[in-house]
């Protein structure tokens, strides 16, 4: 079988330097499953692979959009799936995914349900009526509409998950609930997934460490350069949401680089929530050398014949 090697786990956790060593070490190349390193004009904020990095390894997904651009993980799925053949076919049956875009991973990984494209129509009017009237109107249209999605939502105040229930509820005709199946498909390839175990605490360092960084590498001055399109929902991330309020005088830098540091804190937290509940996740300790670890494993790990029949 062929095997999609996963490398995930929260931000600034060391995803992008233990996927390129196990590329290199495979002879493969990386599909990022990253939302946010889409967008070529974003490479400070997302911590897009460096030049050097993009040379050492074949990227995929890696500054393919315009801020403009829809993306979902629903192409996204649709993307990889079109281009693993030939990536197995050349590699000799590997291909490494890393990433910290929970949805985007899953996609490939179990699948996604076929969704409505939505429209340039109800997307405008539905981020209109989100901007004008709030989070309350979409939340009361959702009750209007489909009252199940909202019994069954995980967070009431996560507003692009509910904006984006509203859009694919009017888009179809139906409510997004009736669409959402749960069910896996069958992949014709082996998955391993990987994650960086480290202590909460040192996690937070990491990031805030990182965010210091990103603001020496010149992220306020890329914020400043994207300003004029941050209606845009490839802006609506961390680190781009504080410092526009910051341009517009709600706070000082300092508080911005602070709330950048803190909003990332609680991202990972929730990264580290969905992780959590895969079992399937080898959980390696950034206590000994990783790419070892992740050697050892693969080495141990079941490569089911043909006759074994479909993973995943």
């Known amino acids: 079988m062929n095997r999609l090697i996963v490398v995930t786990g929260p931000t600034a956790s060391g995803k992008t330097s233990l996927a390129i060593q196990l590329a290199r070490v495979l002879g493969t190349e990386i599909i990022s499953a990253d939302s946010r390193q889409l967008f070529r004009e974003l490479p400070v904020g997302t911590a897009m692979p460096t030049p050097e990095e993009l040379a050492a390894v074949t990227h995929h997904f890696v500054a393919t959009l315009g801020l403009a651009d829809y993306y979902s993980a629903a192409r996204f799925e649709e993307d990889v799936m079109a281009i693993l053949p030939g990536l197995f076919s050349r590699c000799c049956g590997n291909a490494v995914m890393c990433g910290g875009s929970m949805m985007y991973v899953d996609a490939v990984c179990d699948g996604i349900d076929r969704l409505p494209t939505i429209s340039d129509g109800v997307r405008s009017s539905t981020l209109r009526l989100y901007q004008e009237k709030g989070l309350d109107a979409i939340v009361g249209e959702l009750e209007l509409l489909d009252p199940e999605y909202l019994r069954r939502a995980p967070d009431l105040c996560n507003h692009k998950r509910l904006v984006?229930?509203?859009?694919?509820?009017?888009?179809?005709?139906?409510?997004?609930?009736?669409?959402?199946?749960?069910?896996?498909?069958?992949?014709?390839?082996?998955?391993?997934?990987?994650?960086?175990?480290?202590?909460?605490?040192?996690?937070?360092?990491?990031?805030?460490?990182?965010?210091?960084?990103?603001?020496?590498?010149?992220?306020?001055?890329?914020?400043?350069?994207?300003?004029?399109?941050?209606?845009?929902?490839?802006?609506?991330?961390?680190?781009?949401?504080?410092?526009?309020?910051?341009?517009?005088?709600?706070?000082?830098?300092?508080?911005?680089?602070?709330?950048?540091?803190?909003?990332?804190?609680?991202?990972?937290?929730?990264?580290?929530?969905?992780?959590?509940?895969?079992?399937?996740?080898?959980?390696?300790?950034?206590?000994?050398?990783?790419?070892?670890?992740?050697?050892?494993?693969?080495?141990?790990?079941h490569r089911p014949s043909q006759s074994d029949g479909f993973t995943q």
């Open 164 to 301: 984006h229930a509203l859009e694919i509820t009017i888009e179809a005709g139906q409510p997004y609930s009736s669409l959402l199946t749960g069910k896996k498909k069958a992949r014709q390839f082996d998955i391993v997934k990987f994650a960086i175990d480290y202590p909460r605490e040192e996690l937070f360092d990491r990031i805030n460490r990182r965010v210091e960084s990103m603001m020496a590498q010149g992220l306020l001055d890329e914020a400043r350069r994207v300003y004029p399109y941050r209606h845009l929902n490839s802006l609506n991330t961390v680190g781009y949401k504080e410092l526009f309020a910051c341009f517009d005088g709600e706070w000082d830098l300092e508080t911005a680089v602070a709330r950048i540091q803190k909003n990332t804190r609680v991202y990972a937290k929730k990264q580290l929530t969905w992780l959590r509940r895969d079992k399937s996740v080898n959980w390696i300790s950034p206590a000994m050398p990783l790419l070892p670890q992740v050697l050892d494993i693969l080495q141990n790990s």
